[in-house]
């Protein structure tokens, strides 16, 4: 496997970044992936600051070797400046915010020597990023899970615009769940690979069971992007995306979608299960997992069949 500019700026195995993803990526999964070589992310969006605390109290006990982890700040949510210090406090090595603007918290945190990682969907903030300070950004792609650009980008088209603007390492988000696709995004320009829907459908995510088992079922067109008037995310079409896809239909405010959106949706769908009326976030790929496995077996997966595909494309 590689080790390029990526696993030298994180100390890692494998160019495989296990997305932080509310309600599915708590200490359990995070450090599964770092054990397993990759880089694992514990996702705070859903966390209160005690909470959080706890997780990273937990991952660092079971993270082996000293091997490192990181913690996802989406800088939207509440609390950031809680969950700061307690990431300064207990030396979380690397973050990687999300869905703000990098601009704020980059240089605090550089300052404790923490490394910074910011998630873009378009090279226009990609180069934003690089100027202030990241050492590396996610470029996500319109196929992604979770929330996502307006400008609906796809991971194709957005990994080699970005390596244009940018000279900072690139790691490609959106609809990656295999080695092909890591090596297609690589051949691309990417350095590495943010892995968000495959690892829902991990042993170790927290997601709800019944979550875990709509994501294997799921068919090509199950997923949409909705709520783009609001914060555009890539949700599973249940009864609830209906609701969200009629009242857009009818011309619905934002006011009226934030209030249709309510509180608590996502966690009422991803983990306490209702899949009715959850807001279910997953990507596109999810059409094309089909079994819940362990993290460590997907992180070996994904590795080996990286290798297999850059030596048949050798042979080209
Ligand atoms: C269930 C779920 C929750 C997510 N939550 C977050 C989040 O809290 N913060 C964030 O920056 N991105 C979040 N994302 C996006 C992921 O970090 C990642 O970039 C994306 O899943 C990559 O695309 P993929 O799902 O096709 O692998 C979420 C994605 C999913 C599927």
Redesign the pocket.
């Known amino acids: 496997m590689v080790q390029n500019s990526i696993c030298q700026l994180f100390g890692i195995q494998y160019p495989i970044i296990q997305?932080?993803?509310?309600?599915?990526?708590g200490w359990e999964l995070a450090s599964a992936v770092s054990n397993a070589g990759g880089l694992g992310?514990i996702?705070?969006?859903?966390m209160y600051p005690a909470i959080l605390e706890e997780h990273v109290i937990k991952c660092k006990a079971a993270i082996t070797n000293n091997r490192p982890f990181a913690v996802?700040?989406?800088l939207l949510?509440p609390d950031i400046d809680k969950h700061i210090e307690t990431i300064i406090k207990h030396q979380v090595p690397i973050v990687?915010?999300?869905?703000g603007n990098p601009k704020i918290w980059t240089q605090k945190l550089k300052d404790q020597g923490i490394k910074v990682v910011h998630?873009v969907s378009s090279a226009k903030f990609a180069a934003k990023a690089e100027a202030a300070g990241c050492d590396a950004v996610?470029a996500?792609?319109f196929?992604?899970?979770?929330?996502?650009g307006r400008e609906e980008t796809t991971?194709l088209c957005l990994i080699p615009l970005v390596r244009k603007a940018v000279k900072i390492p690139i790691i490609a988000?959106?609809?990656?769940?295999t080695g092909r696709a890591m090596l297609a995004t690589m051949v691309l320009g990417a350095d590495a690979?943010?892995?968000?829907?495959?690892?829902?459908a991990s042993l170790e995510s927290s997601?709800h069971t019944a979550?875990k088992e709509r994501l294997v079922a799921l068919k090509e067109g199950d997923t949409m992007l909705s709520l783009k008037k609001l914060v555009a995310v890539?949700l599973v079409k249940n009864e609830f995306y209906q609701q969200v896809a009629q009242a857009e239909a009818s011309g619905a405010s934002p006011t009226e979608l934030a209030t249709l959106l309510g509180r608590g949706r996502?966690k009422k769908g991803?983990f306490e299960g209702d899949l009715v009326e959850g807001e279910?976030?997953?990507?596109?790929?999810?059409a094309l997992i089909d079994h819940i496995k362990p993290a460590a077996q997907i992180v070996a997966e994904i590795a080996a069949e990286f290798e297999t595909a850059k030596q048949e494309v050798g042979g080209w």
């Open positions: 997305a932080g993803m509310i309600w599915c990526s992310i996702g705070s969006g859903s996802n700040l989406p949510y990687f915010t999300s869905a998630v996610v996500e792609g196929e992604a899970g979770g929330h996502n991971t988000a959106g609809g990656i769940a690979v943010q892995i968000g829907t495959r690892f829902v997601g979550f890539r996502a991803m279910l976030e997953l990507g596109q790929i999810a």
